[in-house]
Every structure is written in structure tokens, then in C-alpha cells.
């Protein structure tokens, strides 16, 4: 038995799976996705122990299987909502993690899904810039000029948001900072 | 000259980060560690470089380990108490911290009991001595695979209403592995004077 692995293996679990939760729960829509993509990518990390990197620096390694995981994931719940659309399935019990709908989210929203995902990796999972390189297999160079583009812009879409909320009534902006949506306001 | 500072704007989206990473659910943490130590012990062999995945190396596995669960592998279950760990193939049954008189310290719980109800995996205990954070009366925990619900053993009792048992493990869960057996006077004492109850 390769003792070393699975000692790796374990101690790349206790360090980083609370953080591989965090990352799967801000990208999946319930607390019961993000288990699963945990588990899976921790399974599929298990089975690639040997290119485990040092359990100390082996985050982004994780979160760039997790991601993977998360988008197959994202697909088969594609299929699956389609096929309960045409059977009429009844949607199941789940606990639902969402970002609240602040300006921040919404001027996110706006960006390619590229450059939202590289800022939700810097500024949500606290990745530095090329740890956030490996997350997303690009070079830390394309890592830095994405960001400056992805902050110019986020910076543009958040003074907009900003300026459109200005001009909301006191309690759509209200609605909208609290998470609640605004149409529940005036619904009859 | 004075220098001005810009906002970064990325705080503003650091503040609406949706998920407290420090305030994460302990039971969905414990479900993960589950999972992967099942993973981890069923994973086939030959996609791995060794021959044997056997869990309990070094403090770590207890946190790996929040459910102790067992894999009685070759089909056959692991007796109560016994001291898991074997190797695949032998029938034994694998165990993510083996159990000890050391490693129930490492519990955040340790009672002696009488079980009073069963409901599924949900388990009602009377709690006769508290060793160590049971605070008396009754307590209800989770215990996978010791109510003969499981189709695998998780290598500790099959608990029965009426019965009197050693009872040890962490946050909602009672472990298998030994840290969950039939109550023994002599068990008994080690489990006090290693908890200083």
C-alpha cells in the first residue's frame, strides 16, 4: 500500500474540503448539488492520487476537478429539468443556496462568464491570481490580462447597476438588496 | 503629495459572497466525509497503485472519518468491538480510525446508554454515565448501518430497544468500529479513566 498517498489524500481532504464545499455551494443551486460535486470531485481526486500535487498547495488542483464535476453536474440537471418539463415532474424538496441580488451580483451577471468566474475565484474562494490560473487551465499571464479586463468591466456594470437602483423607488432597491424580488412587492 | 487611494470594486462583490465559508453546515461536511471515505474504500483496486485502501493513518482520518463507516469487505460484517483495519480480500472489515483507548478521546461524545427507541438509523438512548459531552437524560443520534437498515455492516452492533451499550462519536453520529459496543464493565472502566469520567 502507498501509505504516503492516501496520507496525502487525507490531509488534502482536512485542509481543503471545507473550501471545495464553499466553492461547489456559491456555484450550485442547493446545498444537495454542491455535496454531490464535492464528493465526486473528491472521488475523482482519489483516483488521480498520483498527480496529487503537495496537500499544502493543492486547492486549485481540487477546485479545477470540482469545476469540472460541477459543469457535468450542471449538464445532467440540464437533461433532467427538460425530461421533467415534458413528464411534468414535480420539482423535489431542496435547500437552495443563492446569492443574495445585490448590485455586486447583478454587475457580475453582466460579464462573460469567463470574467465572472475568474472574479468569483478571487474575490468569493480567495484564490490568488495564479492559483486561479490553474483552476481555470490558463496561463498566469492570460490570467492578468483577463482580470484587467474583468475588473474595468465590473467596475462599469456595478456604476451602472448603482445608477439604475438611484433611480428605483426606496423599496425596489430595498427589494432587490435583500435578496427579495421586486415583483413579490406589487404582486396583488 | 497625498496619494489617492481607489476603492477596488471587487470589494463590493467580496461582501456579497453568498456562502460564509466558516459557517458551513456540520452535517452536510459530515455527509461529505462519508462519502469519500466510502469512495476512498471502494474505489477499485485496480485503478489505484496499491493493494489495499485501508483508512486510518494519522489524525487526519478521523476528520475523513466523521461516520466511522465500515466496509465489511468480502460480505462479511465485522464483529462488535472488534479492532478494524484489515486489508481487501480478507473479509475483514476496514475502518477509517481504528478504534482504541486512545482514539475515543478523540470523540466529542462518549456515554453509556440504554437504547429506547429506534426510528430507522435514528437512535434514542437513556443515558446512564456520560463520559464525555452527553449531558444526561436521553440523547438521539444517527447510526448508519447499526439498526439493520444498511445492507453493509458498518462493523458495530446491531442496536437493540431494551439494550445497554458503550456509545461514542462526533457531532449527531454515533461510530461504529468499537466506539459503538455492547456494554462491558471492563470497556467501561477504560472508557472512564481514559475520559476522566
Redesign the interface.
Known sequence: ???P???R???A??QH???V??YA??RTGT?AD??DG??EA??VA??R??RLPDPEAALPWLLAIARRVLANQHRGTERRFLLGLRLHAQPQETTA????E????E??SRLRPGDQEL??L???DGLSQAEAGIVLGISANAVAIRLHRA?HR??EE?EQVKGSDAGRTSSEVEGRMSGRRTHEEHAP | MNEHLEPD??D????????D?DR??SA??A???A??NE??MT?PTR?????????G??A??A??AALALVIALGGRSAAPGVTPGG?VGTGSASCVEPYSKTAITHRTFAFEGTVSAINGEQVTFAVGKAYRGAAGGTITLDAPGMTGTAITSAGGPNLAVGERYLVAGDDHFAWACGYTQPYDAAAAAEWAAALGG
Open positions: 500500500m502507498s501509505a498517498a492516501l496520507v489524500f487525507e490531509a481532504f482536512e474540503h471545507r473550501a464545499l464553499a455551494l456559491r446545498e454542491a455535496e464535492v464528493a473528491f472521488a482519489w483516483r492520487v498520483d443556496v443563492h446569492a443574495a445585490t448590485p455586486a451580483v454587475a457580475l472574479l468569483r478571487l474575490a468569493w475588473r465590473f467596475a456595478l | 470594486p471587487l463590493a462583490l467580496r461582501a456579497a459572497d453568498p456562502v465559508a458551513l453546515s452536510s461536511l455527509r461529505i466525509r462519502r469519500v469512495d476512498v474505489a485503478r489505484l497503485p496499491w493493494g489495499t485502501r485501508t483508512l493513518l494519522g487526519g482520518v476528520a475523513i486489508s
